[in-house]
């Protein structure tokens, strides 16, 4: 399964346009989803995946709700899972040793921005951290493919579910005074000298062709002045990934991926597929990353998160833009009539294939047979979670 759209609502936006861009550090793993940024070596090393911190997996994709299933053979060991890897991967050291060192970012941006001969302000700065990667959120298992409202005058309404409450997707701006000024003060340059006012702060753009007459941006010379905060020791997150990191990735590698390779899966999706080239999608496949190799019932949510409001589908991502020019009232999850007659083709294509049921018989049988080749280490997962809420690891 190779889609990345992430699991239920369109999540929240911040925009910085007066902060400067900072990129992950060499050290940093940037992945999509429910990931974050995740640090991917300790004290500098990350040479076996035994000792680096997981690479990360596609969220599933599809929306509104996924199908749970709290009896699958996986079941007795998810709880621990979703706890232990929503830990904070820092000890407190570590978040002192961040929050000082956001600070003399700050700082160092703001003075360096004055040498420049631009106000700046030293708006309180948060800097790219490592961030739990959490598996199996809810506790429970699932099945990887978005379900549709059970009725289709209901699918006819929304299409593919609400995006939020009644205000859509929030663009967060920070407002806090000092960001606020330096907003202000940007606004109140000509044209060319906000270029340069963002030329002083980002540099480059960080996909122009290289030119070394132009100095670095405050914030690079900022990250350059003030490394990455280094692990010394090893917080029970880390301890945890170290000890079952890969058994965590296998077991999640066969819900998110494995499962839509058995081959009663592969005959049902493909069906589901003609169907829904018959009602006239056959660009499901068309330029992207689905083939009728690796077709799946998310194929479906895929193409309409990638319709436009014009009903042509564009990139394999939606324009967040085009999404906040729809009315609340109208607003679904991707909210245009075309993208809403992709849905109602994608039920009526679903209705005569008994998908789900046979998606949870084929997905515990799997299951099962992975809990019998790695009982021991599963209870092992077990045992380090008792010793966790005994108080055996110190957070």
Known sequence: MSS???????????????????????????????????????????????????????????????????????????????????????????????????????????????????????????????????????????????????????????????????????????????????????????????????????????FEEPDSSIPAGCGALAIEAFPEVQATELSVYRQFWLEFGPLVLEMNQLVFDGVFQDQRLRSLSLDWYDCMVKAGYDQLTAGWHYTTDNINLNAGFDLALATKLDGQAGPSWYSVDGLIQIPDEERSLVGSPPEIAIAVADFECRQPLDYFDTHKAVQFELEQQFVDANSAALEGILDFYERYKTGDYDQ
């Open 4 to 206: 990345c759209a992430v699991r239920g609502r369109v999540g929240t936006l911040t925009r910085r346009a007066t902060r400067p861009v900072l990129w992950c550090a060499a050290a940093v793993g940037c992945l999509v989803g429910l990931t974050g940024c995740v640090t991917a070596e300790l004290d500098g090393s990350a040479d076996s995946p035994e000792e680096s911190a997981p690479s990360g997996l596609p969220s599933p994709s599809g929306v509104g709700d996924l199908a749970l299933l709290d009896d699958s053979p996986f079941a007795p060991y998810l709880p621990a899972i979703a706890e232990l890897t929503s830990l904070p991967p820092q000890t407190a050291q570590e978040e002192a040793a961040i929050k000082a060192r956001s600070d003399s970012l700050g700082e160092f941006i703001a003075q360096c921005m004055h040498d420049r001969g631009f106000e700046y302000f030293d708006a309180p700065w948060e800097v790219e951290r490592e961030e739990s990667v959490v598996f199996f959120p809810d506790g429970v298992d699932l099945i990887a493919v978005g379900t549709l409202p059970d009725e289709i005058d209901q699918v006819r309404r929304t299409g593919y579910g609400l995006v939020a409450p009644a205000g859509g997707v929030e663009i967060i701006e920070d407002n806090s005074p000092e960001a606020q000024a330096n907003e202000d003060y940007r606004a109140s340059l000509s044209a060319a000298a906000q270029a340069a006012y963002d030329l002083a702060l980002n540099g480059q753009d960080f």
